[in-house]
């Protein structure tokens, strides 16, 4: 899998983004051979139906690829897409602001992320004992 490692226009957090958007020669292929894979092991020859089954892994293949994209695209800290800013900013800085208001309160937004940890109180640390083994001591 190819990715870059990119910055988020809105607030500059480091993440990674695929840069395969759609199928490539290769995903056409490998759709191809397993259609006709698929086709004699249905029909055990092949059958005319394998261009249908074909398109259909095409379709799935692709619906994959492009959701692996988007979900790379937006930013999961502040909930930037640059996809809806470039259609349309306005619906891009609502999305933003609702996500940094659903976020709000929680340890990324917060200035000390401390605060927001359950407090751990740990049961003192008792010290074993230590007794003298009696048994197999050599007689004095």
Known sequence: MKYENR?????RHPRKVYLKMHLSLTNYLLCFL?????????????????????LFFIAIAELFVIVRWRMSV???????????????????????QEFIEHREGKSIFSKNPKEHLPSIILDP????????KTENLPPE
């Open 74 to 96: 937006k930013c999961k800290i502040c909930g930037f897409d640059p996809v809806m800013y470039k259609n349309s900013p306005k619906q891009a800085s609502k999305v933003v």
């Open 34 to 54: 397993s259609s006709i894979v698929f086709s004699y092991a249905a029909w055990h020859e092949l059958d005319p139906r394998f261009l249908l089954i074909f």
């Open 125 to 132: 640390v008792k010290e074993p004992e230590v007794r003298p």
């Open 7 to 11: 910055f988020c226009a809105f607030c």
